[in-house]
């Protein structure tokens, strides 16, 4: 295991911000630690990279106990923190030979030099931190965490406050960094688990409510499907109530529908036969995740 966390609980004073939470998290997983402001996220993650201590329970990181020996798993484990403190007044390069030195990496201008190839900052390199985009300061937030080549990477909320394309670019690079690590990624945003992460982890109030994988968790509690369709023009709501199992049918406008259904079979095929059958043509096809999103609100609410 990477990360083993057992009866793991935070008091600050008589608040546990993290109460009685157990979970692993196996090797070359991407984990998504999803859960409202002030679930205990950061508080948890603080745990595990070995900046505040435990008030109970144990924390083991590649099988080394972070109480024992948090210097050996801080080597293993590369860190964003929330809101990525870098010193505005370094230059990107000097920071990284700066970050690299206090691990002590060797070929260290090699490294740094990979690192910027990896993260794309290639153009920004000569550049002080401080006059870059929020977007270019995660890519010198991420770099600074992988440069040491940890095994397990904690990235605490990596993506917030981006604007959308930052956004996008952003969760690629942490899938293509992820591939080689074990990755514990909070978050509050639900696309963000569908976009990058294989499993689920989901805390409220300090307890975790669900340990799962993403996929398992919208089937496991919900069976609706919902598509959007576009067909090739009006159809009467009569006559798409026969589709089979449809429970929903809304038009969004003009000849655009949601369609909901509880049928066990790919609603997109069905749909797809049924046009077939009526002559109609679709223009658009698209399904609509809406079942993770209604665990989550009916997990944390
Ligand atoms: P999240 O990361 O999920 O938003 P946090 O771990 O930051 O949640 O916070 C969990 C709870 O612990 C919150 O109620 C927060 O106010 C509280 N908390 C966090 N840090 C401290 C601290 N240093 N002192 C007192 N309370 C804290």
Same mark, same amino acid.
Do not use: W
């Given at each position: 295991?990477?990360?083993?966390?057992?009866?793991?609980?935070?008091? +600050?004073?008589?608040?546990?911000?993290?109460?009685?939470?157990? &979970? =692993?998290? $196996?090797?070359?997983?991407?984990?998504? &630690?999803?859960?409202?402001?002030?679930?205990?996220?950061?508080? !948890?993650?603080?745990?595990?990279? $070995? &900046?505040?201590?435990?008030?109970?329970?144990?924390?083991?990181? %590649?099988?080394?106990?972070?109480?024992?020996?948090?210097?050996?798993?801080?080597?293993?484990? $590369?860190?964003?923190?929330?809101?990525?403190?870098?010193?505005?007044?370094?230059?990107?390069?000097? +920071?990284? #030979?700066?970050?690299?030195?206090?691990?002590?990496?060797? /070929?260290?201008?090699?490294?740094?030099?990979?690192?910027?190839?990896?993260? $794309?900052?290639?153009? #920004?390199?000569?550049?002080?931190?401080?006059?870059?985009?929020? @977007?270019?300061?995660?890519?010198?937030?991420?770099?600074?965490?992988?440069?040491?080549?940890?095994?397990?990477?904690?990235?605490?909320?990596?993506? =917030?406050?981006?604007?959308? /394309?930052?956004?996008?670019?952003?969760?690629?690079?942490?899938?293509?960094?992820?591939? #080689?690590?074990?990755?514990?990624?909070?978050?509050?945003?639900?696309?963000? *688990?569908?976009?990058? %992460?294989?499993? *689920?982890?989901?805390?409220?109030? @300090?307890?975790?409510?669900?340990? /799962?994988?993403?996929?398992?968790?919208?089937?496991?509690?919900?069976?609706?499907?919902?598509?959007?369709?576009?067909?090739?023009?009006?159809?009467?709501?009569?006559?798409?109530?026969?589709?089979?199992?449809?429970?929903?049918?809304?038009? *969004? =406008?003009?000849?655009? +529908?949601?369609? #909901?259904?509880?049928? *066990?079979?790919?609603?997109?095929?069905?749909?797809?036969? &049924?046009?077939?059958?009526?002559?109609?043509?679709?223009?658009?096809?698209?399904?609509?995740?809406?079942?993770?999103?209604?665990?989550?609100? =009916?997990? !944390?609410?």
């Amino acid at each position: 295991m990477s990360i083993e966390v057992k009866n793991l609980s935070k008091y +600050y004073g008589e608040q546990a911000a993290v109460n009685d939470i157990t &979970f =692993s998290i $196996g090797k070359g997983e991407i984990i998504g &630690f999803l859960g409202p402001n002030g679930a205990g996220k950061s508080t !948890t993650m603080k745990m595990i990279t $070995g &900046f505040i201590p435990a008030t109970e329970g144990s924390i083991h990181v %590649c099988g080394i106990p972070v109480s024992v020996d948090s210097i050996e798993t801080r080597k293993r484990i $590369g860190y964003l923190p929330e809101n990525n403190p870098l010193y505005l007044d370094m230059y990107v390069k000097e +920071y990284l #030979e700066f970050v690299g030195k206090i691990y002590k990496v060797k /070929n260290l201008k090699e490294r740094v030099k990979e690192m910027i190839q990896l993260v $794309g900052l290639e153009v #920004e390199q000569n550049k002080k931190i401080g006059m870059l985009s929020k @977007g270019y300061r995660q890519r010198v937030g991420l770099a600074q965490a992988i440069i040491h080549n940890p095994d397990v990477l904690i990235l605490d909320e990596p993506t =917030s406050g981006l604007d959308p /394309n930052q956004l996008v670019e952003i969760r690629e690079l942490i899938k293509r960094i992820g591939k #080689e690590k074990t990755v514990m990624l909070s978050t509050h945003i639900l696309q963000e *688990v569908e976009a990058i %992460c294989d499993r *689920v982890i989901i805390i409220r109030k @300090g307890q975790l409510v669900a340990d /799962n994988l993403a996929s398992n968790l919208q089937v496991a509690t919900d069976n609706t499907q919902v598509v959007y369709v576009e067909f090739d023009r009006i159809v009467a709501k009569n006559l798409l109530q026969k589709i089979p199992g449809v429970s929903k049918i809304e038009r *969004v =406008s003009d000849s655009r +529908y949601l369609i #909901e259904s509880q049928s *066990v079979d790919d609603l997109r095929k069905i749909v797809a036969q &049924f046009a077939q059958q009526h002559n109609l043509l679709i223009l658009t096809l698209r399904t609509e995740e809406k079942s993770l999103e209604k665990v989550f609100k =009916s997990l !944390t609410k």
